[in-house]
Antibody
Framework: EVQLVESGGGLVKRGGSLRLSCAASGFTFSSYTLTWVRQAPGKGLEWVSSISSSSSSIYYADSVKGRFTISRDNARNSLYLQMNSLRAEDTAVYYC????????????WGQGTLVTVSS | QSALTQPASVSGSPGQSITISCTGTSSDVGSYNLVSWFQQHPGKAPTLMIYEVSKRPSGVSNRFSGSKSDNTASLTISGLQAEDEADYYCCSYAGRDVVFGGGTKLTVL
């Protein structure tokens, strides 16, 4: 069974940092592109960042470029998101998702982890 | 990276059909057949319902179908059921990025 389990969320002050993790199981982790998607309270989904299977291709939304860093450890079946210079507008549930057969076909999602940035 | 445009809400009665539109631009929806649709129930993670404009993942009911014309993609749900009540999001590849729609709340009357 495919599972994605996020962790690392919490309350952080504006300007602070946080590192999210996503532990994967039930599939060949090193074969898939992984993605972070966030959802602010009561709002819609927002693509944040994607990383290819070998980490050779990495993309960021303009809203987080220069502040967030996505990475992965295929030996540990883990995905990460280092978030620096956090802003109030970064407050959201952060989901990790597996990209399936094609781009944007996110076929498995974690349960999400809540990041709250206080001012 | 402007969000795709979806209606805020749609509604229908059980057994009816509804269609949710998703309007983008020639840089995203219009350029790629890489449009996906997700269903999200309150407090839950999204679920993939349609990918590559019109393909259904294994296990998704054939009551869900997708299409695209120019810069607008559409999700049609036929034979509405109570459990279809949820938020629906479209999503498109946009060259290097991915862009989501603002979401549509479906109410089953």
């Amino acid at each position: 069974e495919v599972q994605l389990v996020e962790s690392g969320g919490g309350l952080v002050k504006r300007g602070g940092s946080l590192r999210l993790s996503c532990a994967a199981s039930g599939f060949t982790f090193s074969s898939y592109t992984l993605t972070w998607v966030r959802q602010a309270p009561g709002k819609g989904l927002e693509w944040v960042s994607s990383i290819s299977s070998s980490s050779s291709s990495i993309y960021y939304a303009d809203s987080v470029k220069g502040r967030f860093t996505i990475s992965r450890d295929n030996a540990r079946n883990s995905l990460y998101l280092q978030m620096n210079s956090l802003r109030a507008e970064d407050t959201a549930v952060y989901y990790c998702a597996r990209e399936g057969v094609v781009v944007a076909a996110y076929d498995y999602w974690g349960q999400g982890t809540l990041v709250t940035v206080s001012s | 990276q402007s969000a795709l445009t979806q209606p805020a809400s749609v509604s229908g009665s059980p057994g009816q059909s509804i269609t949710i539109s998703c309007t983008g631009t020639s840089s995203d929806v219009g350029s790629y057949n890489l449009v996906s649709w997700f269903q999200q129930h309150p407090g839950k993670a999204p679920t993939l319902m349609i990918y590559e404009v019109s393909k259904r993942p294994s296990g998704v009911s054939n009551r869900f179908s997708g299409s695209k014309s120019d810069n607008t993609a559409s999700l049609t749900i036929s034979g509405l059921q109570a459990e279809d009540e949820a938020d629906y999001y479209c999503c498109s590849y946009a060259g290097r990025d991915v862009v989501f729609g603002g979401g549509t709340k479906l109410t089953v009357l």
